[in-house]
Each structure stands twice: as structure tokens, then as C-alpha cells.
């Protein structure tokens, strides 16, 4: 059974028509990251949320937003997607963070922009 | 940024055949993962080696953490087609207590039956 669930599998958007894209968990686990890795490159980490303190990567456009409304959900909202947004989305979670701690990775939400 | 780079970045050998990815940084980790990405899906993690000169077996898979927790390499035996797929290494920093988990630039390997 998945534990960390990504919404939609495939989304379309419009050249700076905003989109949110969903995670959810059933881990309980207090960290969720999203990541972006574009085509045959390694995920970027754009933000984490370590329960419900903000982490935000400095490397991050401020096109991105996250929110996490309770431990199990987090969202990404891309406020006006450009071509170069196009990519995919990654979710993760873990337990905590330290040395040992394990990421658990959704499938992903491949997004296209036209 | 800490710079992870990973070689060979693509590799195609035949059903059988041994085979090592390297992971490279000029920087020191806390840990070091290793995961397993298949086209469509997120990445699976493989393994962690925490402890430089570290080495962890997997089946046919062997990992190894450099003695100075700069570098990483993974060899695989008698690879088969179920290996094929992107292998990311995946180092930890801890920055005052801030962890960032920083990914290579990935190999991806296709055996070939």
C-alpha cells in the first residue's frame, strides 16, 4: 500500500496559470520535503516542512509555495508556471531527521506547462 | 552547494557482467544513501553508510563510504535486467542542526538480457 500519495499523477497547466499540486501520508511522519527533478537530472530540494516549521531553500523562486495544513497533507503551489517549470515533483517524508533517517518518496506529479 | 558528482552518468552492459558506480564530493557527509529510481516512480532508497571505510552487501549489490566520508561507490555482480534503472547517491550534512540532504547527479544503468 502507498505511503506517501501524489495527486495528480499528470497535470497539464497553461503558461502562468497557477497550480497546486497534493501529498498526503500515512506515516505520521513529522518532516515532508518536495523535491523537482527535471528530465535525467538528480532532485532538487525546493522546501521541507519539519512539522509545521517552513524551510525554505535559498536557491527556491519565489514562484514556489508550500503548505502543510495538518502532518498528513502538504502542498505545492507554483503561482505562474513558466516552461522551465516543467518537471517532475517529488514528495518525500521522514520520520525525523538525522543520519539514519530514511526518505520515503511518492510516485510523482509529472507537470507539463504549455 | 555541495556538489555530489556521480560516473559513469549512463551505462549499458550485458546480462552477467560486474559493474561500479562512483560518487564524489569534495565535501565531508554525515551519511551517505544510495537509492534506486525507476522511470515513473520516486526513488527507493537502497542503503545508508554512516561510518567512513564502511561497507554494507545487499545481495549482489556492495556499497562502500570512503574512509574520509567524501566519497561512495556501489558494485553491483552479475547484474541483471531488474538492476536497470537511475542509481542517486544522496549525501547529509548537518549545518547546526540544519539537514540537507543533497543528491549526485545520478547513473543510469541499463543491463541488457
Known sequence: ?114 | TQLLEQSPQFLSIQEGENLTVYCNSSSVFSSLQWYRQEPGEGPVLLVTVVTGGEVKKLKRLTFQFGDARKDSSLHITAAQPGDTGLYLCAGLISNFGNEKLTFGTGTRLTIIP
Not at chain 1, 496559470?17 to 511522519?29: E, G
Not at chain 1, 530540494?45 to 509545521?52: E, I, M, N, T
Not at chain 1, 517552513?54 to 516552461?83: H, K, M, V, W, Y
Open chain 1, 1 to 114: 500500500d502507498a505511503m506517501v500519495i501524489q495527486n495528480p499523477r499528470y497535470q497539464v497547466t497553461q503558461f502562468g496559470k497557477p497550480v497546486t499540486l497534493s501529498c498526503s501520508q500515512t506515516l505520521n511522519h513529522n518532516v515532508m520535503y518536495w523535491y523537482q527533478q527535471k528530465s535525467s537530472q538528480a532532485p532538487k530540494l525546493l522546501f521541507h516542512y519539519y512539522d509545521k516549521d517552513f524551510n525554505n531553500e535559498a536557491d527556491t523562486p519565489d514562484n514556489f509555495q508550500s503548505r502543510r495544513p495538518n502532518t498528513s497533507f502538504c502542498f505545492l503551489d507554483i503561482r505562474s508556471p513558466g516552461l522551465g517549470d516543467a518537471a517532475m515533483y517529488l514528495c518525500a517524508t521522514s520520520r525525523s531527521q538525522g543520519v539514519h533517517e530514511k526518505l520515503f518518496f511518492g510516485s510523482g506529479t509529472q507537470l507539463s506547462v504549455l
